[in-house]
């Protein structure tokens, strides 16, 4: 039985959004008190679309520093930039030839992002499933918090060490690596607030690409913006629902109160046994005080951390001289699998 390790990555993208932190780094910051965790900026992934070089530096900082505001602690788990350990970019070559086309023209992510401009997509876009199966079983992590609209995307990386481990089962035998080299990484989906949805359009996830910035809160926003935000959110005529089951066909209330349940900690039904029969402006004014409390003290520290690039900067080159050493060790083995030469 592998030992338990959990992996996750953020894309240094900018607009780091409330669907982010409650969608994935909330449950990372909890799984440090139980698993031994490493989490990446995920700059490569970044660059499938195009990026301005200097907003992009800025962008891996602002991660990290988000990392660090809402309680990751880099000293005692790993928090590094992709690009400083060459061996997620080796080990998602070898995928690529592992992956079949067809799994890869089911993404739906793809097909969302290229939209009809298809022929003009990067080829990084397309296969950026598989580079995100390297960035996970590089450290042959067995844990992936992660946000709804990555479970396909986690299923393609089961399918992958799965293919490798078959393909190469009478091989990894003989370099006594046991039956199965790479474990099948579990995806955590956990929380309230598994899908965040846009503010303006309860339809549509969060999203760092939208182009109005009402839709989303981003965690470097002050206390009038997130107020501003929540009060301006889209909402229904109807008062809220007493139970769980009146929020199913009202998106934009259902969204709201799953914000409020995963900030507060409590269930959805439990927000609905306060609120509920009451009217959105009071349920509002809830939101935006829970929501400035829980977020301004994480963008306060974002703050201070963007006047400290170099402490920023040696938090990831620290992290990633110690990714290096598990993901070299996993690279090793997989050259010998595969049948390369390489220098002991
Ligand atoms: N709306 C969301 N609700 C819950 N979780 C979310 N995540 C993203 N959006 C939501 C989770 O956040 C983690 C990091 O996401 P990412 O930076 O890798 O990229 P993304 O999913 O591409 O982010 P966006 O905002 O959706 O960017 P664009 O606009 O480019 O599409 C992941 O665990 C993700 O599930």
């Not at 009060?231 to 089951?245: G, H, V």
């Amino acid at each position: 039985m592998a030992k338990e390790l959990v992996f996750s990555g953020v894309q240094p993208t900018g607009n780091l959004h409330l669907g982010n932190y409650l969608g994935a780094i909330v449950n990372f910051v909890k799984l440090q008190d139980t698993h031994n965790c490493i989490y990446c900026v995920v700059d490569l992934h970044a660059i499938t679309v195009w990026q301005d070089p200097a907003e992009l530096t800025r962008n891996i900082r602002e991660v990290t520093a988000a990392f660090i505001a809402s309680g990751i602690d880099p000293k005692k788990h790993i928090v590094f930039n992709q690009s400083q350990v060459a061996e997620h970019a080796e080990l998602a070559w070898v995928f690529n030839c592992v992956a079949r086309l067809g799994w890869l023209n089911r993404m739906t992510q793809f097909k969302e992002k290229a939209g009809k401009d298809r022929e003009n997509a990067s080829v990084g876009l397309y296969a950026y499933p598989n580079l995100m199966a390297a960035d996970i079983l590089v450290y042959r992590a067995t844990h992936v918090p992660v946000g709804e609209d990555q479970k396909q995307h986690l299923e393609l990386s089961r399918d992958i060490a799965q293919k490798f481990n078959n393909d190469f089962s009478e091989s990894i035998k003989v370099h006594g690596l046991g039956d199965k080299f790479f474990p099948l990484p579990e995806p955590l989906i956990t929380g309230p607030a598994t899908r965040v949805m846009s503010l303006r359009d309860g339809s549509k996830k969060m999203s760092k690409s939208d182009a109005s910035d009402y839709s989303r809160i981003n965690l470097s926003d002050d206390a009038d913006a997130i107020a501003q935000k929540v009060r301006k959110a889209k909402t229904d005529p109807e008062p809220l629902p007493s139970e769980d089951e009146g929020l199913k066909t009202r998106p934009e209330a259902d969204n709201l109160v799953g914000i409020y349940a995963a900030l507060s900690g409590r269930s959805k039904p439990d927000v609905l046994r306060e609120f509920g029969g009451g009217q959105f402006s009071g349920f509002k004014n809830s939101l935006v005080d829970l929501a400035v409390e829980k977020l301004g003290p994480i963008g306060a520290e974002m703050k201070k951390l963007s006047q400290d690039s170099a402490y920023v900067d040696e938090v990831l080159i620290d992290g990633a001289n110690r990714a290096r050493v598990i993901a070299g060790e996993t690279m090793n083995h997989v050259k010998d699998i595969v049948g390369f030469i390489r220098g002991r």
